[in-house]
């Protein structure tokens, strides 16, 4: 752990960097925070590395003297048990987390200390918005995941002061009264990845968590996803989501979870699915190096494109899901299966006729 030389005594603001092998983004992170518009006395950094193996730790002390920060490290142990040393560390009464590939705009501090004034009540959290950087705005899967897939974030359907539930205290982009956490509950360390931030919100849920949408606590994305490492995560989604529905019973969590669709459908498409997504990144590379060509894709087409990438993850999740429960990739020779070779029309996936 180190601390520089002139933290503000009382923060009224703490912002918590979790972070994890991402030292060739933290300078930028760091220089939107720098760049904050809120004064130095009212806000401070804790910055959680969890057990980082690259140059994280440099580049960390190269800031300490630039910004009010703190920085504490962990043996490796995942977001939710970063988070939670967070909690503990920070001394301002509002906790805003914030992701190690994200920007803050220059009133990402100030839009979320300001909604938390205007709705004191210790049970109001706040979700910021997030965009994407331009480089990586028109890649397929990202244009896809943050608009009709939604699988990563997507706003279209919020107004700016909209209250909103427990499912929209999505990590990194939201922020609530530390009271909260130290007196109702602090995230389960058993989520590495994913699921951590809806199943704290599902526990505070009854003790009337509200998230009220603020778009001017603004932050942009910086780091790109490929199809293969959105697959990778779907598939750790779908793990998490596994052991969100085991750790509460309740059929609202199992049909958020995906759980009773996802073991009823792994039987039909185990044998398959390396073929479903192999087709599906294929469209991917043609769409990558169709780029933002003019005239743009009709309608249906991009709707085809969609249903593509959604089946995809969805699958992805599937696996997750079946890999968590312990269940056998395939239950029976591929020729035996129930649905022995998908029909991509029946999945919502345009095929060329091909068998893959």
């Given at each position: ?5 002139g933290?503000?005594?009382t923060?009224?603001?703490s ?14 992170v ?13 806000f401070e ?53 914030l ?13 979320h ?22 480089d990586?705005?028109d890649?397929p899967?990202?244009?896809h ?9 997507s ?8 209250m ?9 982009r ?14 389960n ?33 910086i ?21 969100f ?9 199992r049909?958020y ?20 997504l192999r ?13 933002t ?5 009709a ?27 312990g ?12 649905v022995s070779?998908?029909?991509f ?6 095929s060329d006729?091909?068998?893959?």
């Amino acid at each position: 752990m180190f601390e520089p030389t002139g933290l503000p005594a009382t923060p009224e603001i703490s912002a918590i960097l979790t972070t994890y092998n991402r030292a060739h983004l933290l300078p930028r992170v760091l220089e939107g925070l720098a760049a904050q518009r809120l004064a130095a006395h009212r806000f401070e950094i804790v910055v959680i590395d969890d057990g980082s193996t690259d140059e994280t730790q440099a580049i960390l002390a190269a800031w300490a003297e630039r910004l009010p920060m703190r920085v504490l490290r962990q043996a490796q142990s995942g977001l939710a048990a970063a988070k939670n040393l967070g909690i503990f560390a920070c001394r301002a009464p509002i906790i805003v987390f914030l992701d190690d590939d994200d920007v803050a705009d220059s009133n990402l501090l100030t839009g979320h200390l300001s909604a938390h004034l205007r709705h004191p009540d210790v049970n109001v959290a706040v979700l910021g918005y997030t965009d994407l950087a331009a480089d990586i705005a028109d890649l397929p899967v990202m244009r896809h995941v943050t608009g009709a897939g939604s699988q990563l974030f997507s706003y279209g359907w919020m107004k700016p002061g909209q209250m909103l539930s427990y499912r929209e205290f999505w990590g990194g982009r939201s922020s609530c009264k530390r009271a909260l956490l130290i007196e109702h509950g602090i995230f389960n360390p058993i989520f590495r990845f994913g699921c951590e931030d809806i199943e704290l919100a599902w526990r505070l849920a009854p003790m009337g968590l509200r998230v009220v949408y603020q778009p001017s606590a603004r932050a942009t994305m910086i780091r790109g996803l490929t199809f293969r490492d959105f697959c990778h995560r779907a598939r750790r989604q779908g793990r998490s989501q596994w052991a969100f529905a085991n750790l509460h019973g309740a059929q609202e969590v199992r049909d958020y979870c995906e759980i009773d669709q996802a073991l009823a459908l792994w039987p039909k498409v185990a044998a398959d699915i390396t073929g479903i997504l192999r087709w599906v990144e294929g469209l991917d590379a043609m769409m990558r190096a169709r780029g933002t060509a003019v005239p743009a894709l009709a309608t249906d087409t991009q709707a085809d494109i969609d249903e593509a990438y959604a089946t995809a993850f969805f699958l992805c999740r599937v696996q997750g899901i079946a890999e968590a429960a312990g269940l056998p990739p395939i239950f029976k020779r591929p020729e035996d299966l129930p649905v022995s070779r998908m029909d991509f029309l029946d999945w919502g996936v345009q095929s060329d006729g091909k068998t893959l």
